[in-house]
């Protein structure tokens, strides 16, 4: 390869792609949502052991808005949070990296009759937000996926899609546990996503642990402080699990 091809090959690819050092938040890592057949399992699979109208209605109680409020659900996968949001809210905007999980939700937002979410193929990193700034954020079960940098790279970018004073509810896996007992707590944690989500929670938490990024308690209040977020509630959950509700700091 000459060192003109390279250069032209990499600036091409640059434009398709943004910036050649950035990570690749498209390509998929640990548990794969890019086939069509997974979204619809995931889907399927979740609603035996969740209840997404619940956990939307209490994190819709948590934002405390109103009816004319714009939010934003960063890795929305088939529609959790988004699709049963929307009746609450004038706007929902609905993203992922994964065409298949935004294909799956936007298929459930079609026969809910549901005119008012917006779907866009996008991610922490890449999403660049082109309509008026948002009331609030949600995400859930997402961050993780990101190396702690990129984290704290997509904080930033989301703290830049809110209004001033704007709200980030944030729910993941998060390690809260004592970390000399890690190997105990992992055990813990396997055991118990095995019992909580049926016979996948083995091999889905064994792979979460192996090949996802979930941190630490005080990495990921650090983020968010460094991000722009004032730190309203935290809730830790069995060592494993935490939801952070936030404020936009300089409102
Ligand atoms: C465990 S699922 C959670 C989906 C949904 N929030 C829910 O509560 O069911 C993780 C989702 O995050 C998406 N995802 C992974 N990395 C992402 C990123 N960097 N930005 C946005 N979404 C991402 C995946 O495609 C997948 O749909």
């Excluded at 060192?3 to 690749?24: C, D, M, T």
């Excluded at 995400?139 to 993780?144: N, Y």
């Excluded at 390690?175 to 396997?190: K, T």
């Amino acid at each position: 390869m000459d060192i003109e091809f390279y250069r032209h090959y990499s600036n091409a690819l640059e434009a398709a792609q943004g910036p050649a050092w950035r990570y690749n938040e498209m390509k998929p890592r640990g548990f794969n949502y890019s086939s069509f057949i997974l979204a619809r399992v995931y889907d399927t699979y979740h609603q035996m052991f969740r209840d997404y109208r619940w956990e939307t209605e209490a994190i819709v109680t948590r934002l405390g808005l109103d009816a004319s409020a714009t939010v934003l659900d960063m890795g929305c996968g088939t529609g959790a949070f988004a699709i049963h949001a929307a009746p609450f809210y004038d706007t929902v905007h609905a993203v992922d990296v994964s065409k298949a999980m935004l294909g799956r939700a936007r298929r459930k937002a079609r026969k809910a009759g549901l005119t008012n979410v917006q779907f866009h193929h996008g991610g922490f990193l890449t999403y660049e937000h082109n309509a008026g700034p948002v009331d609030a954020v949600c995400t859930s079960v997402v961050l993780h996926h990101l190396p702690d940098f990129w984290k704290l790279v997509g904080l930033q970018r989301l703290a830049a899609m809110l209004k001033p004073g704007g709200r980030l509810y944030l729910f993941d896996v998060v390690f809260s546990f004592d970390i000399a007992q890690y190997e105990s707590c992992f055990e813990r944690f396997i055991r118990t996503m095995s019992v909580q989500i049926g016979p996948n929670g083995q091999a889905e938490s064994q792979t979460h642990l192996r090949d996802e990024y979930s941190t630490c308690d005080w990495i990921m209040e650090g983020l968010l402080e460094r991000a722009g977020f004032a730190i309203d509630s935290t809730d830790y959950r069995d060592g494993f699990l935490a939801a952070y509700l936030c404020t936009k700091k300089g409102a």
